[in-house]
């Protein structure tokens, strides 16, 4: 089954008086994009984020928030470690004094440091941490749910353009047929215009004819696409990756139909190779978006 690269998940736990939420968003993307925000007191947790989530998803760009909120007496999700805002103040004067410079300190100076003395570390870090975990995995799990609902979706349409095309090599594998033969035959009644008798030259036109089917068969072509119809199908029931693998069929496709085009002698052939090209175009734009 395939998933799209698009969707939004969010977990929501509680134990005693801490929240975790995650909230977690994917776009398309060309690889796996990865970006997360969490609370200083998972700062140091931020690898073993990303390899959970790297493990579960395999490409889009994905951006994870990650909060946690404390009810109770003191509902403050942010607090002030005194000794690192003393000590920012103590850096601050050292500038001010190195650099010589006659502004005075104010709040918007301090605030720039802020990152130094605010802390939401408090309570048990590991009950929290694991609070985070059972919240991100959740949030996951309801992103995938959207993901292979919106792919069930590019599925049932994938499926439907490989039938218009596979019908199509069909009729052009039919008309193939007959198109040399048809097109020598109006090449031999112009040549009758310029000549009253053919019939000593029967063995060369005869000549001529095989040249032609050999040159304009697109045989090969056919059973080509053929083939990649079949592989494509087969690639949708993988897990693996099959975005990847569905735009390098595509192109093989493409230049497979490129070939009938520029072989063909017959405007209808030409036309409906035309006709696989745009589908092939629409299937790539819907690749563009399955993991």
Do not use: W
Not at 17 to 45: C, G, Q, T, W
Not at 86 to 111: A, G, P, S, Y
Not at 253 to 267: F, G, L, P, Q
Request: hydrophobic share 35%; proline share 0%.
């Amino acid at each position: 089954m395939i998933s799209s690269m698009t969707g939004f998940g969010k977990g929501v736990l509680q134990l005693d008086h801490v929240i975790a939420e995650v909230e977690i968003k994917s776009l398309n993307s060309r690889y796996l994009d990865l970006m997360v925000k969490f609370p200083r007191s998972l700062s140091d947790k931020e690898l073993a984020i990303r390899e959970i989530v790297k493990n579960r998803i395999k490409r889009g760009k994905v951006s994870v928030n990650i909060y946690l909120k404390r009810e109770g007496i003191d509902n403050r999700n942010v607090f002030i470690d005194q000794n690192a805002l003393k000590e920012t103040v103590k850096l601050l004067k050292e500038i001010k004094d190195t650099t010589e410079l006659d502004t005075e300190i104010n709040f918007d100076h301090i605030l720039s440091f802020q990152h130094l003395f605010f802390t939401d570390t408090t309570g048990d870090s590991e009950k929290e941490y694991q609070l985070v975990l059972d919240a991100l995995d959740k949030a996951i799990d309801q992103l995938e749910m959207m993901r292979k609902k919106e792919g069930a979706e590019l599925e049932k349409d994938l499926r439907l353009r490989i039938s218009n095309i596979s019908n199509t090599i069909e009729e052009i594998e039919e008309l193939s047929k007959s198109a040399v033969v048809d097109y020598f035959n109006k090449l031999k009644e112009r040549a009758a215009q310029l000549v009253d008798e053919l019939t000593d030259f029967d063995d060369r036109l005869k000549a001529e004819l095989a040249l032609l089917s050999e040159k304009y068969d697109i045989t090969e072509e056919i059973v080509r696409l053929k083939s990649h119809c079949k592989v494509f199908l087969d690639t949708l029931k993988d897990n693996d990756e099959i975005g990847r693998k569905m735009n390098f069929l595509c192109q093989e496709m493409n230049r497979e139909a490129n070939t009938i085009n520029s072989k063909s002698v017959s405007s209808e052939i030409s036309y409906k190779g035309l006709f696989i090209k745009e589908e092939l175009e629409k299937i790539r734009e819907q690749i563009q978006n399955i993991e």
